[in-house]
């Protein structure tokens, strides 16, 4: 995640607190016009990282290049912040209106008057708020406030929109909603974004490329696909939500796969490998796939095995069921298949997967 000709480079950073390391000599960079999300569980980093690059809190070591200029050196860190905008989890908006809240930013850059009419009334309509012109910003619902805060981010056209936990203290519609306008708005204006979020959906959603956190590092970065199926270690597996790890030895080689011993089962994979190696192999559970019985079609699934339902989870829009297959399993299943198969705690299924689904790492 390093290199050059970035609108934002950083190297080294390192933030220490209370004699505790927060932020571990972190180097990252951010390519004009992308949104890039870093995630990673509390305590990981993300959110100190974040205020790092935005140059809100104070770094112990290492250095931020805003267009190849280091901020605080070559651009003074006032200017640098007028070039950008931060918007944090709890909405903080002026004791007035929502049309004054977001007429803030231009009122201070010494727009003219027209200008900001003019300015407002935009961001009020991308953001779905022109009704609540008038209203005070103390009797707004928690989503209005974050859509009134989003607004008064874009009126500032910021070169880099930095958005710490944005969407956390939202109820799922209210979130949900935001998401989407947020990111057509986001593509419309070509903005460069860094979002901090411990959720994986979010980042899924929004982002050009994830950067993974985990003890005050980055442990992974790169685009949505390659962190979520072809996570570089356990760790980052089972944050990402690859909920089947198991590790085995190559027993033999097949055409392009190879074959794991996995508890009492055999596993074939595809990727690279020799007989003997240990091999740790991930396995999300939206690939896995349930059924009553082994068809003469389904038979031929390069990974099928008899499994017993060990727990049956409600999950929003899903159910997670846990398996025993000679090794612990986890898939989705939506409700009306839980429903039509008559599944439940003990239920005797088999369940299958693809070689290909199968993400492997040899262990060293």
Do not use: W
Not at 180 to 186: A, H, I, M, S, T
Not at 211 to 224: E, F, H, S
Not at 261 to 282: D, N, Q, T
């Amino acid at each position: 995640m390093t290199g050059s000709g970035h609108i934002l480079s950083a190297s080294d950073l390192l933030v220490e607190r209370g004699g505790s390391v927060i932020l571990d000599r972190v180097s990252c960079d951010i390519r004009e016009g992308e949104v890039v999300s870093l995630i990673g569980p509390n305590g990981a980093g993300k959110t100190t990282l974040l205020m790092a690059l935005s140059g809100l809190t104070r770094l112990n070591g290492g250095k931020v290049l805003f267009r190849g200029r280091e901020v605080g050196k070559e651009i003074a860190g006032l200017p640098y912040r007028r070039k950008i905008a931060v918007v944090f989890q709890e909405p903080l908006l002026f004791n007035t209106t929502v049309f004054e809240n977001i007429a803030s930013g231009p009122k201070i850059r010494g727009s003219s008057s027209l200008e900001i009419r003019r300015t407002v009334s935009e961001q009020m309509e991308r953001f779905g708020i022109p009704h609540l012109a008038d209203r005070s910003a103390r009797t707004l619902s928690g989503g209005e406030a974050q859509r009134t805060s989003l607004a008064r981010a874009f009126a500032t056209r910021p070169e880099i929109l930095f958005l710490d936990e944005p969407f956390a203290s939202l109820d799922p519609p209210s979130r949900d909603s935001l998401i989407r306008d947020l990111e057509g708005v986001l593509n419309q204006t070509k903005t460069t974004a860094v979002l901090a979020t411990h959720d994986r959906t979010e980042a899924l959603m929004m982002s050009d490329r994830i950067a993974v956190m985990l003890a005050g590092k980055i442990a992974q970065n790169g685009t949505p696909e390659e962190v979520m199926n072809r996570p570089a270690d356990p760790d980052i597996a089972a944050f990402v939500g690859a909920e089947t790890i198991v590790t085995g030895k190559i027993l033999r080689r097949e055409n392009g796969t190879f074959i794991l011993s996995a508890g009492s089962s055999e596993i074939e994979a595809a990727g690279e490998g020799e007989p003997g190696e240990l091999v740790i192999l991930f396995v999300r559970p939206e690939n896995v796939t349930l059924t009553r019985r082994a068809t003469k079609e389904q038979s031929s699934a390069r990974n099928m095995f008899p499994a017993r339902i060990v727990r049956l989870i409600p999950a929003g829009f899903y159910f997670k069921a846990e398996l025993e297959c000679g090794f612990p399993l986890d898939a989705f299943i939506t409700g009306r298949s839980v429903e039509e198969m008559g599944l439940k705690e003990g239920t005797e299924v088999f369940a299958s997967f693809k070689a290909t689904a199968i993400h492997s790492i040899r262990k060293k």
